[in-house]
């Protein structure tokens, strides 16, 4: 793939700030974006080379993944460096420019080989043209054994926050995201530390009441990890941990749009009750994804995938096998949301959060040079990441 140190993109229609732009054009330099507008003409920036779109090609911001446990035959858990180099190659065939590498509740041993692999390419990642590491999303250890989902039970943990904190050092404080229940013993303790030391605490494998979830927020928790999935559902008596997602304005919730771990009415549900500014879309991938049907690992469980499920042998689904331009896709069939709103639910929202929106999430002027081309179905056609060409289309 061409390298520029300078190159103006022109042609296509721009989503940026809220709104969407025909006849637009995104310059970038080395790995920052430098300006952006729309009707280019032929005198303007003398002497950049120029790359033209059709007029039916839209660029949003390079998605931003903060759940997925791998993908391309790769597993976080692997805890190998060739886990970070593929994710960051592969994952810009999907659109996605950044993401958080997401571990299992595992024995504290092999969380920690994969927090300390994880945190030393993190270090010395320094290449454009790939997928950036942004940190880890922890998910579990410390988790309620009755919403367990696909998460191992014999390594479940509770009133542990010494072991996050041990974590969180071996991870050289890279961990951005944490996935727990707060109703578990300590679990209140631990949300505080969470949210004072600057990452997110993120309620899911939860049974919480309502007035637990209250609590829980009231002691920092921000986030709900992929919603309808491992917690107390809604009922009109008890609204459990979904109501909460639904009413309470300061919690922000993952959504795995993928027709199977939430139905199209669900996704509705919460699009038109949270508002898209209350939504990550994330894939929660495992291994499998990229691959053919068969039988995969996560977290030291077979997992079988055949056709687009992903389940343990007793039926539970295990992670997904979605990507992140099929949950904009899916989204957009199941919401008619605009363009605006789902480019803030793939990147603004999440860039945002973590605290990365003066760098990552929109496509304006002195932000990373994160840009992905979609088609008029919306399918990938080239991503850009820090300014240099990652992935294009064999019909590009």
């Given at each position: 793939m061409p390298r520029h140190s300078s190159v103006i993109l022109h042609g296509m229609k721009l989503v940026t700030d809220g709104d969407v732009w025909t006849n637009g054009y995104i310059f970038?330099?080395?790995?920052?974006?430098?300006?952006?507008?729309?009707?280019?003409?032929?005198?303007?920036?003398?002497?950049?080379?120029?790359?033209?779109?059709?007029?039916?090609?839209?660029?949003?911001?390079?998605?931003?993944?903060?759940h997925t446990h791998g993908g391309y035959g790769v597993d976080v858990m692997d805890g190998k460096q060739e886990v970070f180099e593929t994710l960051g190659a592969s994952l810009p065939s999907e659109g996605t420019t950044a993401y958080l590498a997401t571990t299992i509740t595992q024995e504290k041993e092999n969380i920690t080989r994969a927090l300390q692999t994880g945190a030393a390419y993190y270090r010395r990642q320094r290449e454009a043209g790939v997928a950036e590491l942004l940190g880890f999303h922890l998910e579990g250890p410390f988790i309620n054994a009755k919403k367990k989902g696909a998460q191992p039970e014999e390594h479940i943990k509770s009133d542990a926050l010494d072991l996050y904190k041990a974590f969180q050092q071996e991870a050289d404080g890279t961990i951005r995201v944490v996935t727990y229940a707060p109703e578990t013993l300590g679990g209140l303790d631990l949300t505080a530390y969470i949210s004072e030391t600057g990452a997110i605490p993120s309620i899911g494998h939860s049974?919480?009441?309502?007035?637990?979830?209250?609590?829980?927020?009231?002691?920092?928790?921000?986030?709900?990890?992929?919603?309808?999935?491992?917690?107390?559902?809604?009922?009109?008596?008890?609204?459990?941990?979904?109501?909460?997602?639904?009413?309470?304005?300061?919690?922000?919730?993952?959504?795995?749009?993928?027709?199977?771990?939430?139905?199209?009415?669900?996704?509705?549900?919460?699009y038109r009750t949270g508002g898209f500014r209350n939504l990550f879309l994330i894939t929660d991938s495992m291994r499998a994804k990229g691959l053919q049907d068969g039988t995969f690992d996560l977290g030291g469980q077979d997992v079988t995938v055949q056709g687009e499920k992903a389940i343990l042998a007793d039926g539970t689904l295990a992670g997904s096998i979605i990507t992140m331009d099929r949950c904009l896709r899916n989204m957009r069939a199941y919401t008619d949301a605009t363009l605006p709103e789902l480019a803030a639910m793939t990147a603004g929202n999440q860039a945002k959060a973590l605290g990365i929106d003066d760098r990552k999430g929109s496509i304006v002027p002195h932000k990373d040079a994160d840009i992905v081309l979609l088609n008029e179905h919306l399918d990938v056609e080239e991503t850009w990441c820090c300014g240099q060409l990652a992935y294009q289309s064999e019909e590009r």
């Open positions: 970038l330099q080395n790995e920052t974006i430098i300006a952006v507008g729309k009707d280019l003409k032929d005198d303007d920036f003398s002497g950049i080379p120029r790359r033209a779109y059709k007029e039916n090609m839209v660029a949003f911001p390079g998605f931003i993944d903060i049974d919480a009441t309502y007035e637990e979830m209250k609590t829980a927020v009231a002691a920092g928790a921000k986030h709900i990890t992929h919603l309808y999935n491992g917690m107390r559902g809604f009922h009109h008596r008890e609204p459990g941990v979904v109501g909460a997602a639904y009413t309470i304005d300061e919690l922000k919730s993952e959504i795995i749009v993928d027709g199977l771990h939430s139905s199209p009415p669900a996704v509705a549900t919460a």
